[in-house]
């Protein structure tokens, strides 16, 4: 079998839905600023922030509340609006790929430091 991309829906199949929310979702909402800190400057998360940018635009432009312009400018002004607009997201659970993407890495690291534990 040929396929570029596996694509697997963890959450009730693999993984039960209250690992998710209770173990998955709130490690990435703590551990997602160290991560970026960390991997800023990399292609992936820079493709990221770039989608976050122009997602933040759209909301901004349908007047959803609480969503930031994104800057190009200062890494700290630009880091600070990012997780404002992430943890916006993650609040109001919405289904944006850079999001979904970012909360990836993030478990992954978790998977890979022995911190997260597959059941």
Do not use: H
Request: proline share 2%; charged share 30%; glycine share 6%.
């Amino acid at each position: 079998m040929d396929f570029d991309v596996l694509l697997v829906d963890i959450e009730g199949t693999t993984t039960s839905i209250s690992f998710v929310k209770d173990i998955l979702f709130p490690f990435a909402r703590s551990e997602v600023e160290k991560f970026l800190r960390s991997n800023w400057n990399s292609e992936n998360v820079r493709e990221c922030i770039n989608s976050l940018r122009n997602q933040a635009k759209e909301d901004l432009s349908a007047g959803m509340e609480s969503i930031v312009e994104i800057p190009e400018n200062a890494f700290e002004e630009t880091l600070q609006c990012v997780l404002n607009n992430i943890y916006k997201m993650m609040d109001r659970d919405r289904k944006v790929k850079a999001l979904k993407t970012l909360q990836g890495y993030v478990w992954i690291g978790g998977y890979k430091e022995g911190v997260l534990k597959g059941q």
